[in-house]
């Protein structure tokens, strides 16, 4: 048995039966370290579940690189699965760094809870009113009123992800660009989005929040009720992804654009 890489390296899988399988054949193959020892992951299965691991790994404070191969159904963000060459594909692998997004909302009640978002941090109408939300970036307004279904900020590795389906743009990796995409804008007709420098932060503040309640969504976390969110990009928490050299985030990125 050989080691995953030269580094010490831990093994994840999601729950589902294809994740578990492959994970155990590559325990039967390799050797792998528990995750307090390690320092990088391999991770197995979908979206979903990279997107899991990188948040526990927010949440523990302990980021290590992670190696994806996918066991799911897109996977966007994972390599392909290979059971061969693991060692030589983890240790020539090619590193991204992924700033996520930092989201401070603010309840109607009160309440202050803070989340990250790796996608995007979006806010949406909790009934069939639809949302009147104030926009400012680098505390100007420059949308006194958007009247929609919600809206959204997404990072370059979420572009390709919820804000694509809402219209909004990819972004390449490196561009230093979020994008702020409307969801279903009514007024004003002719606005389609922005896109805005990562240092800067912006400011979504529900008009009417009681009569047309809005809820902020980052990533899957929900906080319903808000009054006022703050979006920014939090660089002090930068994420590793590892890919396959010839099969990359930055291309995979790029040649979204050319899908049909």
Not at 33 to 56: C, N, S, T
Request: net charge negative.
């Amino acid at each position: 048995m050989t080691a995953a890489a030269d580094r010490p390296t831990a093994l994840l899988a999601s729950d589902t039966e294809a994740a578990q399988e492959a994970e155990a054949e590559l325990r039967r193959h390799y050797a792998f370290v528990p995750l307090k020892e390690a320092e990088q992951i391999i991770a197995l299965g979908g979206d979903g579940f990279m997107l899991h691991a990188l948040h526990e790994m927010l949440r523990s404070g302990r980021i290590l690189p992670v190696f994806g191969m996918n066991l799911g159904t897109v996977g966007f963000l994972m390599n392909e699965w290979q059971i061969d060459g693991l060692r030589e594909r983890v240790n020539v692998a090619k590193a991204f760094k992924v700033a996520p997004l930092r989201m401070e909302a603010v309840t109607i009640r009160g309440d202050r809870v803070d989340h990250p978002a790796i996608n995007e941090v979006s806010l949406l109408r909790e009934t069939r009113q639809t949302a009147w939300i104030e926009i400012s970036v680098n505390g100007r307004v420059v949308l006194p009123q958007l009247v929609c279904d919600g809206v959204l900020v997404a990072t370059p590795a979420g572009s390709t992800a919820y804000n694509l389906s809402a219209q909004g743009p990819i972004l390449p990796l490196g561009s230093n660009l979020v994008a702020l995409t409307p969801i279903s804008p009514f007024r004003p007709r002719r606005w389609h989005g922005a896109l805005i420098p990562d240092e800067f932060s912006i400011v979504f503040r529900a008009i009417d929040p009681s009569k047309r309640p809005v809820s902020a969504v980052a990533d899957q976390r929900e906080v319903r009720e808000i009054e006022r969110v703050t979006v920014c990009v939090d660089r002090t928490q930068e994420l590793t992804l590892l890919f396959d050299p010839d099969h990359a985030l930055d291309e995979r990125i790029t040649m979204e654009q050319f899908a049909v």
